[in-house]
């Protein structure tokens, strides 16, 4: 009988693991469970909201990814069930499987700011995590005449946690463009302890904001914003003292964690994420279930980088045990962020859990190029809708 396989979540995770186990097997049934009609490359919302690219770039319609023998539910998992292999859709259907592959992303708590969610799309508060709001970051970024450019950085586990920096160079960058930048004070304001977690690429970056005159203050964490009055309140992590900031253009990070309807089942560990080993992806206590992205509690860097290593560990573990034989593949924690710096650089970093380099190119990847601006801008986007998105890793 065919081994009945359901995927939680369209993303990148859940869309190019069903994809490549529909490429490598023909005795397995698909079902993956999805709500929307369209799937996003969110990577290119950092280019949307510089006005590089149009968002139009960033989605395809999801049903165009969908194999005609591959069920797709188009609906919202409630509910996980995982002793009696069973989940349960907010649409009120249940769902049997044998394997279990978890992939739905993780949360932005909009609504963890005071003000945020009122005033996101207007009063110069822009996000490029926000779908709805990516282009009027570019609004605000091409529109501010003078004043000040805060860019925020929460205290949780984001995704992409260079995205938070890279629209800020790209804003400095359209500044200068409009020769105005001398009349523009710009700040990265950050709730962590750095501008970047992996020391090679970090010694590159604190240069650089020094070199483009970008002030930095860490340790604080956006709580509250005055849309009207334009201030922006920030908590010092350490003592607990507010600091009121005004601004002109805030780029907001919003505060994330895992998705609610994970955090509440008993597929999650303490911290909400799903409770997967580090090197196999398998869930921790129920064997038939894994889970790769940024709803797992694999502890690297969330990106799409990252999902594209993790795949095919994934993969290999779950035909494996389809077939009674065993895996010896591991994941090593990649994961790449190619740190745009302007519109014409981009800092391609890559590393693993150790925060050790492990970089793809031959000439040491901690400088700015022009080659690695092409390379996120168009080679990466072509290998993702055409190879990655298409069952290959
Ligand atoms: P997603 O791709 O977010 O997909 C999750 C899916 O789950 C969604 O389709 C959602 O509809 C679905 N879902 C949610 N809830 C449910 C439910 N209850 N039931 C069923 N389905 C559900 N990564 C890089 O590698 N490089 C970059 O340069 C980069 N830049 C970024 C810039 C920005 C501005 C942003 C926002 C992200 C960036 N990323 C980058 C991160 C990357 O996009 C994510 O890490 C990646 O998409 C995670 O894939 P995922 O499958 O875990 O989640």
Redesign the pocket.
Known sequence: MKKNIVI???????LSVMRNLHRKRKDVQLTI????EK??Y??L??LV?AGILPFEKSVRNFKDYIPSDVRWVK????QFQPESNQLIS?GGETFSYDYLVV????QLDWNKVEGLAENLGKNGVCS??SKDHVNYTWEVMNHIRGGRALFTFPNTPI??A??PQKVMYLAEETFRNNKIRERVEVKFISAGTSIFGIAKYRAFLEKLVLKRNINTLFQHNLIKIDGVKKIATFKNVETGAELEEAFDMLHVTPPMSA?E?IKKSPLANDAGWVDVDRFTTRHNRFSNIFS????SSLPNS??????RKQGPVLVSHLLADIDQKKSNQKYDGYA???LVTSRSTCVLAEFDYDGNPAETFPFNQAKERYSMYLL?KIFIPFMYWNLMMRGYF
């Open positions: 939680v979540g369209g993303g990148t995770g859940g469970v999805e709500p929307s799937h996003y969110q990577p919302w950092t909201g609906d919202k998992v409630a907010e992939a739905a992303g993780i490029n995590y995704k992409c260079g995205a998705p309807f790769i992205g940024d709803a969330k990106t799409g980088a990252a999902i790449s962020c190619p996120k």
